[in-house]
């Protein structure tokens, strides 16, 4: 059965991958962008971007906000592949790729060197996942090659993946952060601290990272990539990221020319934008979706009665009109309506304060009922937990709401030290094992919740395991209503989130589910 998640003729699976290699080999790979690149060379441009979520770490193996954190890695790190919005790949770090159903053979790109000067050849490449499967690493990305038996180096330009079993989705995951590699001299000298001084082989080299303040990263004058025309790559001199928080002074900033490319602003913000010359806004389909993580191991949220009160206190559409004006859609699930696993069939327990108040009867809890509701200081955010505590009063809940900076809600978070949290994910993905797998089974990296659900448990990885559409598409159905029936998380709203950036900037081209890749950006006057 291919590799591709999308639909295609029973060819020999080999035969697939192979000639799909083959046939782009010798190209750049290209993603979907915006623009033209407008120059044939380098400049010493300096592109300053606005950005709202700092990362935590620049280790690939380790991050976890799966929403933010690639832009930032884009400039550092080359995966081994990169994959098309149909689903289908193209060559990155390795040049073509053979599978049979119980390894997988990938050669790799000839001459590539890591920004401290080693090679990244086979060893390097065994290294990097040798380090995501080692349990010691504590890699968030471990669960990705769980089906990997061994990983080995047959000579300077191969990697041999041994599998224990067929695993589908395999090479979408050597096209993001899994197959991300780094220098093994880097990681082995700077250990612990490597997450704050990145190497890869990405077309930029790491400068200077001020905490809160800025991240600044340099042209990497070797990069291995050309643009169609055959110049160099990267074509801007420098990007800085700027760390800000509050969306008011991103949008001003983007208006007077201070950044001139936003990661994300809310709809209030972007909106006041509209009809500038000097901005482009494009919508291209992704969304940011808004939920409640309740958490199931202690505490009033371990009863499911108090978990179905939670979820018939909020309104929904209320918070989403108050977030984001007109500028929302209203799904079940992180499904949009557009994915191939969205089931209009589902649906969450509808707005009634009255059953909430008798569903908390229920459970034996009388009068009002405590509950902490952590958020993070970063508009919409504060507006939201606002309104849901009104919502959650009204309810029979006597919620607290405590606006964090986001390391700290991340620490609290990982030690489960809430009730409710309010937190959000950049969606589409292009594969919707990346959208729940990490969320929602019992050993997952952001298993916020805490849940131990064997079925659950079962029911994606039936969805993760299978090539099968039809069969996939039935796993994640199921799993959706199971996450919903039980309501472990309350699923609020999906902003839209468009790509803004300055008339200036062009060539800026995004990952398939939406991150920057900057290599062929320009900057003009």
Excluded at 116 to 126: F, I, K, L, R, S
Excluded at 199 to 223: H, I, M
Excluded at 301 to 323: E, L, M, Q, T
Excluded at 383 to 402: D, N, V, Y
Aim: a positive charge; aromatic letters at 8%.
């Amino acid at each position: 059965m291919p590799f591709s998640s999308r639909p295609s003729p029973r060819l020999p699976r080999r035969a697939v991958l192979a000639g799909a290699a083959a046939a782009v080999a010798a190209a750049l790979p290209t993603l979907t962008g915006c623009g033209d690149s407008g120059s044939s060379g380098p400049s010493s441009s300096t592109l300053t971007a606005g950005f709202d979520n700092e990362p935590v770490t620049l280790d690939p193996a380790l991050s976890a906000a799966i929403s933010s954190d690639r832009n930032v890695l884009n400039l550092f790190f080359d995966a081994l592949l990169r994959q098309r919005p149909d689903g289908t790949f193209e060559p990155a770090l390795a040049t073509a790729w053979e599978a049979d159903g119980s390894a997988v053979t990938l050669t790799l790109r000839a001459g590539v060197k890591f920004h401290d000067g080693t090679p990244c050849d086979a060893e390097a490449v065994v290294f990097n996942l040798r380090r995501v499967m080692d349990p010691a690493t504590h890699s968030t990305k471990a669960a990705a090659l769980g089906k990997v038996k061994s990983v080995e180096a047959p000579d300077a330009k191969t990697v041999r993946i041994t599998l224990k079993s067929p695993d589908p989705l395999l090479l979408t995951h050597l096209a993001h952060e899994t197959g991300m590699i780094a220098s093994p001299t880097a990681v082995e000298k700077h250990r612990a601290d490597f997450g704050r001084r990145p190497v890869g082989t990405g077309p930029f080299t790491f400068a200077q990272w001020r905490s809160k303040v800025q991240l600044t990263a340099e042209r990497n004058d070797a990069y291995w990539a050309k643009a169609s025309d055959g110049s160099s790559l990267p074509k801007l001199g420098k990007v800085v990221l700027r760390f800000v928080t509050e969306a008011k002074v991103l949008r001003a900033e983007l208006s007077t020319g201070g950044v001139q490319l936003v990661r994300a602003l809310p709809p209030e913000e972007y909106e006041q934008l509209a009809g500038d010359r000097r901005i482009v806004i494009e919508d291209g389909g992704v969304r940011r979706a808004y939920y409640v993580a309740l958490n199931v191991t202690k505490g009033p949220f371990k009863d499911p009665k108090v978990r179905a009160a939670f979820a018939r206190a909020v309104d929904r559409r209320a918070v989403g009109k108050a977030a984001a004006g007109d500028q929302y859609d209203i799904e079940p699930s992180f499904a949009t309506a557009s994915d191939w696993f969205h089931d209009g069939s589902i649906a969450p327990l509808p707005h009634d304060p009255a059953a909430a108040r008798k569903a908390l009867t229920e459970a034996g809890l009388r009068g009002e009922v405590p509950i902490t509701v952590v958020a993070r200081r970063r508009a919409p955010d504060p507006t939201i937990a606002e309104l849901l505590q009104s919502q959650l009063t009204e309810a029979g809940f006597a919620p607290k709401a405590e606006v964090l900076e986001f390391q700290t809600q991340l620490d609290r978070m990982k030690k489960r030290d809430f009730d409710a949290a309010l937190l959000v994910v950049d969606i589409p993905r292009l594969d919707p094992s990346l959208s729940f797998n990490p969320y929602f089974t019992s050993h997952g990296p952001n298993n916020w919740s805490g849940l131990y659900d064997r079925a659950l448990d079962a029911l994606l990885a039936a969805g993760a395991g299978s090539a099968d559409r039809p069969v996939r598409k039935k796993a994640y159905a199921d799993a959706q209503r199971r996450i919903i029936d039980n309501n472990y998380w309350v699923f609020l709203h999906q902003a839209k989130s468009p790509l803004i950036h300055s008339s200036r900037l062009k060539g800026i081209q995004l990952d398939v589910d939406g991150q920057w890749r900057l290599a062929e950006a320009t900057l003009g006057s």
